[in-house]
């Protein structure tokens, strides 16, 4: 299987962006004094590199910090440790320790598209003004500049300019994800977070949104991190997959590789979750992941994915497994090459 | 079809909204069988009217929304042939229809759930307002169906509040209200969207579990065409406030006639063909009060005849024995979206 695929996707020279140990948490004050528990540990030591031009979806449960991840790359979020390195023209700038106004120009070039686009988008403006509102805070275009700049990027996403004095209320789910899909566009990003981004779309709009965004990575050359729980659309639109678990990355590979044969438990059970469209194959209930997913205030000892691990053994719950090289992928899992686990 | 198989049919129905915008006909001459003891699911996009059809069943339409039309005819356990769209919603024998006969499972289980009483008080409720039992014995059936639904600790859970609990026990706790008087229909309404991929894989195991042990008849309404594959044994596809395709689930994924069905199966992305454009359909669905003449689906197909199409209503085909097609292209189906 190595020499089908390239070397192991982390070890690539320039990656445009790096994160290296990071951590978040949360901190949780209750009771009649405030006292402060244990904090939610949303990320816990995630080191992950983004390649130029690739798709890289983030998929797990809801509570797997995939979300938290995605804001801290997008400098919402301050982290606890370790670092969010960004490249640009050959030089490496540590996002994470820049203040809020050295960070301004790098916000240009890191954009987010949101799951719902109704309640991303402010119902009182019309589009030019959602859209232009970008252009303003980072004084790129002003007046007559401003609304070709926006008609170009609504023809762009494939709405008509004739549009942009509407207000959101007036279009369909997919035209406002269209919107936001435009507004995330306008500065000319270079990486994009997609944070479920068709999820909450209709199966025909989700079809054209799917295309708009592989259109659009092909004619700017865009990078996108595609958070996801639907593994359908990451299968169909994803170079690699990064597979997160209460907090921490259990799985990372390229797709093919990945589909063909998981190495990581938790992989192949998200897998046999997902209902194939095809009545021929019905799944037996016998593979499915019972319970539900690991606390974050605390945690399980060892590999946080051990009580519900169907293979796990003494020794997962004593030891931490580290995310490390496993022939031509990256797996936190003590038995990984051991194991022979069945893909989708 | 032999009536006696048929747990309801519903005939013409037609459930409008008057609105200050307009008439909104959001069921719109629906013709659906509901076969006893299987899972029948109704497949749609937003605004296809498959949530106002199953609400139109339970006869919870709120106002502005009517029943102006048609009939929905209940086969009950004594013999007896009901027209619920005949009775009066809050009347007692709906009422009871409703809360013992039928029972229903939501979208969102924490909006479904009340906040302020405990989970014994929502699931017992039901048990001693339509079944002569007393609290100690409604209690122990309330542990029991929890128990039967996998939640841990079943007497623990019955005295927490909602809140106390994740969302796929929540989810549990609503499918054990629904089934705690041992309905004849289940009625489930998205019960797996708001639901993670691993937790919804449980539920659709748990409820086709009780479908099988319960002898119960499931109408699951889902715009997932990958949930459809996994637990129906028939599917109606909706559209527009219409049925446009009604057949086994197999000949549905297999063979399917009508326009819109065969495009929607291929608008969802499946393995081999990663990255490749996926097919869509042209154009959404249209707004509610701006419906096309003729077929519904004609401003979006590409099989549409003009001076045809976009005259007259197609008639529903029955191209094999309990497969329904409201296309005029029904019969020379295999040609539909193939290069002529």
Excluded: W
């Excluded at chain 1, 006292?35 to 983004?50: F, H, Q």
């Excluded at chain 1, 259109?215 to 729980?229: C, E, K, N, V």
């Excluded at chain 2, 097919?279 to 009060?289: D, E, F």
Aim: with cysteine; aromatic share 4%.
């Amino acid at each position: 299987m190595n020499a089908a695929f390239p070397p192991p996707p982390d070890t690539h020279p320039a990656p445009l962006l790096t994160v290296e140990h990071l951590a978040l948490h949360f901190r949780n004050r209750k009771g009649l004094f405030r006292r402060e528990g244990p904090p939610t540990r949303a990320v816990d030591d995630v080191s992950l590199a983004i390649q130029p031009g690739e798709t890289l979806s983030l998929v797990g449960e809801s509570g797997s910090g995939k979300t938290t991840l995605g804001r801290a790359i997008l400098g919402v979020y301050r982290p606890n440790a370790g670092r969010i390195v960004y490249r640009r023209a050959g030089e490496a700038v540590e996002l994470s320790s820049l203040s809020e106004r050295e960070l301004k120009p790098y916000r240009r070039e890191i954009r987010m598209v949101f799951q719902d686009p109704s309640s991303s988008l402010n119902p009182r403006r019309p589009v030019i003004d959602l859209i232009g509102e970008c252009l303003d805070i980072h004084g790129v275009a002003k007046g007559r500049e401003r609304s070709d700049r926006v008609a170009g990027l609504l023809t762009q996403v494939g709405l008509r300019p004739e549009y942009m004095s509407r207000y959101p209320h007036a279009f369909s789910g997919g035209e406002r994800q269209r919107i936001g899909i435009a507004r995330a566009l306008a500065l000319d990003p270079r990486l994009v977070v997609c944070d479920e981004a068709v999820s909450a779309l209709d199966v025909s709009v989700q079809a054209q949104i799917i295309n708009l965004l592989q259109d659009l990575q092909s004619q700017r050359g865009l990078t996108y991190l595609f958070i996801a729980h639907d593994l359908g659309v990451v299968e169909h639109i994803s170079d690699r997959i990064a597979v997160m678990y209460a907090g921490r990355l259990v799985e990372v590979a390229h797709t093919e590789a990945l589909f063909a044969q998981p190495l990581h438990p938790y992989t192949e059970a998200l897998m046999g979750t997902i209902p194939l469209p095809d009545p021929r194959l019905r799944r037996s209930a016998r593979t499915r992941l019972g319970g539900e997913i690991a606390s974050l205030t605390n945690p399980p000892t060892g590999c946080n994915f051990h009580p519900r691990c169907r293979y796990a053994t003494a020794a997962c719950s004593q030891e931490r497994p580290p995310l490390r090289v496993v022939a031509d992928r990256q797996v936190a899992c003590h038995h990984a090459e051991t194991l022979t686990l069945k893909g989708a | 079809m032999d009536s006696s198989a048929n747990l309801i049919e519903i005939r013409n129905l037609k459930t409008h909204f008057k609105t200050d915008d307009g008439l909104v006909k959001a069921v719109d001459g629906i013709d659906l069988d509901v076969p006893r003891g299987k899972v029948l699911c109704v497949v749609g996009e937003s605004g296809s009217g498959k949530s106002i059809m199953a609400r139109s069943i339970m006869r919870i339409v709120q106002p502005p929304g009517r029943i102006v039309a048609g009939s929905i005819d209940y086969a009950a356990e004594s013999g007896h042939q009901v027209d619920l769209a005949a009775l009066d919603p809050i009347g007692a024998q709906m009422r009871d229809i409703r809360g013992g006969d039928f029972g229903m499972v939501f979208q969102e289980p924490m909006t479904a759930l009340s906040p302020v009483h405990t989970v014994g008080d929502q699931v017992t409720e039901a048990l001693l307002l339509h079944r002569q039992v007393d609290r100690n014995a409604a209690t122990a059936a309330a542990a029991a169906m929890l128990a039967r639904v996998g939640l841990p600790d079943p007497t623990g859970t019955l005295r927490r509040f909602p809140f106390e609990l994740s969302g796929g026990m929540r989810q549990r706790v609503c499918i054990a209200m629904a089934l705690i008087c041992r309905p004849k229909l289940l009625i489930a309404d998205e019960p797996t969207t708001a639901l993670d991929v691993t937790t919804q894989a449980q539920v659709l195991d748990l409820i086709g579990e009780l479908q099988a042990e319960m002898g119960l008849t499931v109408l699951f309404i889902t715009h997932n065409l990958g949930v459809v594959a996994q637990i129906a044994d028939s599917v109606a596809v909706m559209y527009l406030g219409r049925v446009v395709e009604y057949a086994d689930v197999d000949t549905l994924f297999h063979d399917p006639r009508h326009p819109y069905t065969q495009a929607l199966l291929r608008s969802v992305p499946r393995p081999g063909l990663r990255g490749a454009r996926l097919p869509t359909i042209r154009g959404s669905v249209p707004h509610a009060l701006d419906r096309p003449t003729g077929c519904l689906f004609q401003t979006r197909c590409d099989v549409a005849v003009a001076g045809l199409c976009d005259r007259e209503l197609p008639p529903t085909h029955r191209v094999a024995p309990g497969h329904l097609v409201r296309c005029v292209h029904a019969n020379q189906a295999r040609a539909v979206g193939e290069p002529a």
